[in-house]
Structures are given as structure tokens and as C-alpha cells.
């Protein structure tokens, strides 16, 4: 390996760290609930407002499949039929639906979200909520 190659994986190695340093300002941050999931629907990553509106503890959701902040299975699978050919795609999708919370209540919420790379097989939703 050359000082070139060497200096270029720091170079690299330091801007990875940068993102993330900023990906974790912007979750902790951020006046809206945001979570990642997997392309199997599966949780991975929330941030605090997320754990606020939807009733749980920080680290609660992660691994959980999102099927537990929906009201019943059919709305989950709708959305899923709707959203999903969308997010795989990379594409955006905004609905505005009822979720439920931890507690079982049932919250009116704005869900934008948006795919990533099909390779990477994650999605985002940020998520508000109307009183």
C-alpha cells in the first residue's frame, strides 16, 4: 500500500466520520419523528421525537417491526402495497393516516417518506402529528 492509498482511506475514514457526526446532530435535533427501516419493514434507527409521539422508551422500537405503530394489520398492508413499490424504487411517498401509539391511542399523523438507494434497502419516514 502506497502513503497515496494510505492518505486517501484517512481522507475517506475522515469524511465517513464527519457524516456521521452530522447524521447524529440532525436525529437528535430534528422537530420531527424520524425512523429508518429495513426493506423487510423492520426498525433500526428513531430518534428522540419519534420515542415522544409514539410512546416509548429510546431505544424501544429498534428491531421492532413497524407493523406496532399501526392500528390494525389491513392498514399496515395497504400502506405497505401503496408506499412500498414507491420506496424501492427510491421514490418519495407522503400520506396523512392514523398511527397508534404504545399506549393504544390512536394519532393522526403526516408520514413523508422517501427510499434510498435499492441497494441499500432502507427507508425514512418523518413523521407529524396534528392535536
Given at each position: 500500500?502506497?502513503?497515496?492509498?494510505?492518505?486517501?482511506?484517512?481522507?475517506?475514514?475522515?469524511?465517513?466520520?464527519?457524516?456521521?457526526?452530522?447524521?447524529?446532530?440532525?436525529?437528535?435535533?430534528?422537530?420531527?419523528?424520524?425512523?429508518?427501516f429495513?426493506?423487510?419493514?423492520?426498525?433500526?434507527?428513531?430518534n428522540?421525537r419519534?420515542?415522544?409521539?409514539?410512546?416509548?422508551?429510546?431505544?424501544?422500537?429498534?428491531?421492532?417491526?413497524?407493523?406496532?405503530?399501526?392500528?390494525?394489520?389491513?392498514?399496515?398492508?395497504?400502506?405497505?402495497r401503496e408506499?412500498?413499490?414507491?420506496?424501492?424504487?427510491?421514490?418519495?411517498?407522503?400520506?396523512?393516516?392514523?398511527?397508534?401509539?404504545?399506549?393504544?391511542?390512536?394519532?393522526?399523523?403526516?408520514?413523508?417518506?422517501?427510499?434510498?438507494?435499492?441497494?441499500?434497502?432502507?427507508?425514512?419516514?418523518?413523521?407529524?402529528?396534528?392535536?
Open positions: 500500500m502506497s502513503a497515496g492509498d494510505i492518505a486517501e482511506r484517512m481522507r475517506t475514514g475522515a469524511a465517513l466520520q464527519q457524516a456521521l457526526h452530522e447524521m447524529e446532530a440532525i436525529m437528535r435535533n430534528a422537530p420531527v419523528g424520524i425512523i429508518l429495513t426493506r423487510e419493514r423492520r426498525i433500526v434507527r428513531t428522540a419519534c420515542a415522544e409521539v409514539f410512546g416509548y422508551a429510546a431505544d424501544e422500537l429498534i428491531g421492532a417491526p413497524a407493523r406496532v405503530l399501526y392500528r390494525s394489520d389491513a392498514d399496515y398492508k395497504a400502506l405497505g408506499a412500498g413499490p414507491l420506496l424501492a424504487r427510491a421514490k418519495s411517498f407522503q400520506t396523512e393516516l392514523f398511527l397508534r401509539r404504545k399506549d393504544g391511542v390512536d394519532i393522526w399523523a403526516n408520514r413523508s417518506s422517501s427510499g434510498s438507494a435499492p441497494s441499500s434497502g432502507c427507508a425514512t419516514w418523518r413523521c407529524t402529528t396534528r392535536s
